[in-house]
């Protein structure tokens, strides 16, 4: 079997620095902007995105919570959709577009990884895939949103908003990383 053209690093460890910062991606507000831009004061929140995905899907009600609580903490907040392979169709910039429209992703960016370069530099391999950095642009935690993508009301473990909300108060994120389950992020080969 021919193994891929592109590599996929190591995911990111705790305490690793968020790598490709100065990368300019395409938001679906037509401004392009890099994952250095979009941090504040107290760090930056990424989450590996996309259009169609189920797990998305399960979980997308809380993005605008989210970034609530990242923009009241100070902390940046970006979906990144890394799906080159669905680019000319459920992926592309215009459907990106027209699904922040539908979500009411007013706030934040949605951006379009071209050749899941950011993916790869992340170690990134589902959506969603969650890297929260400290206001140093290390990673405090990774993993997955909370404990229950279909029932919101169901939710146990916020993990992110735990995460989020620990990280600003100086204190031990507990979980710091957890597993991310979602779809593979569709890369080209």
């Known amino acids: 079997m021919m193994s891929p053209p592109f590599t996929i690093n190591e995911q990111l460890s705790l305490g690793d620095k968020v790598p490709k910062t100065d990368l300019k991606m395409e938001s679906v507000d037509g401004k392009k902007a890099s994952l250095a831009d979009l941090a504040k004061e107290n760090g930056l929140c990424v989450i590996f995105s996309c259009n169609t995905c189920p797990y998305v899907i399960g979980w997308e009600d809380r993005y605008n919570e989210l970034e609530a609580a990242c923009a009241k903490n100070k902390i940046g907040f970006v979906l990144v959709n890394s799906n080159e392979a669905k680019r000319d169709g459920d992926d592309s ?71 989020v909300e620990a990280m600003v108060a100086g204190k031990p994120i507990n979980p710091g990383e957890t597993k991310a389950i979602g779809c593979s992020i569709k890369r080209t080969s």
């Open 93 to 163: 910039l215009d459907e990106m577009k027209t699904h922040a429209k539908e979500k009411g992703y007013g706030k934040y960016a949605y951006v379009v990884d071209e050749n899941h370069v950011v993916a790869d530099a992340f170690g990134a391999t589902k959506t969603p895939d969650v890297f929260l950095f400290n206001g140093k642009m290390e990673l405090a935690y990774k993993g997955a949103i909370d404990d229950n993508m279909k029932q919101k009301d169901s939710v146990t473990e916020p993990y992110l908003k735990n995460a």
